[in-house]
């Protein structure tokens, strides 16, 4: 299983500074990835997704890239806010239906 | 429009005890996933419906656990005989159709006494 909570690995970044947040990822037949943002209390909340045929895909603020080669994916937040600091999930899927998520990185933002 | 919503929004019950989690999806998804988070174990896949299929089942830990949906639309989780192992948050997700973003609820907390 993955680890959650106290042994997530965490990101501490200065408020307005860009963060990477990298995951890496198994099945080489996955062909469809999501980034899921999940803040205290709350559920996943979406954030940007790719398919395996894209290589780069941007959203406000966020970008994901995708390196199929070596079965690595990472999001991209561009000046991180406070309101960036949250758990954030890696998600696959080969069969467009289960999703199978990554351990998750906690992102602290400093003021 | 509405999101995904789910009750109870917490439930404690003792070991032993049935409990029953429901999920609404966002109007006009198909599909509808039930997904545990839990501490050491991360965000696990229980079961699948679309549409009028059979639902995947694959993901579900033991025979105590089932889900049904209902005119496919709600949709309810049940843990039988509960144990303390099955304390955890239960999240339900829906989406317009496979291979497409999932989007969750705020998650049902259960502890199980």
């Known amino acids: 299983g993955e680890s959650v909570g106290l042994h997530l690995p965490t990101l501490s970044v200065q408020e307005g500074d860009n963060s990477i947040i990298n995951c890496a990822y198994s099945?080489?037949?996955?062909?469809?990835f999501i980034w899921y943002k999940q803040e205290s209390g709350k559920g996943p909340q979406f954030i940007i997704d790719?398919?395996?045929?894209?290589d780069k895909r941007q959203g406000q603020r966020v970008t994901v890239l995708l390196n199929k080669t070596v079965k690595h994916l990472s999001l991209q937040i561009a000046a991180t806010q406070p309101g960036d600091s949250a758990v954030y999930f890696c998600?696959?899927?080969?069969?467009?239906?289960?999703?199978?998520f990554g351990g998750g990185t906690r992102v602290l933002v400093k003021p | 429009g509405a999101g995904v919503s789910q009750s109870p929004s917490n439930k404690v019950t003792e070991k032993g005890k049935d409990v029953e989690l429901r999920c609404d999806p966002i109007?006009?998804?198909?599909?509808l996933y039930w997904y545990r988070q839990s501490l050491g174990q991360g965000l696990e896949f229980l079961i699948y419906?679309?549409?009028?299929?059979?639902?995947?089942k694959s993901g579900l830990p033991s025979d105590r656990f089932s889900a049904e949906r209902t005119g496919g639309s709600v949709s309810t989780l049940t843990i039988q005989r509960t144990q303390q192992e099955d304390s955890a948050v239960y999240l339900c997700?829906?989406?317009?159709?496979?291979?497409?973003?999932?989007?969750f609820g705020p998650g049902t907390r259960l502890t199980v006494l």
């Open positions: 109007s006009g998804h198909t599909a």
């Open positions: 099945n080489s037949a996955s062909d469809y």
């Open positions: 998600a696959e899927t080969a069969a467009g239906n289960k999703l199978t």
């Open positions: 790719i398919r395996s045929n894209m």
């Open positions: 419906f679309q549409g009028n299929s059979a639902p995947d």
């Open positions: 997700a829906s989406s317009a159709r496979t291979a497409v973003a999932q989007y």
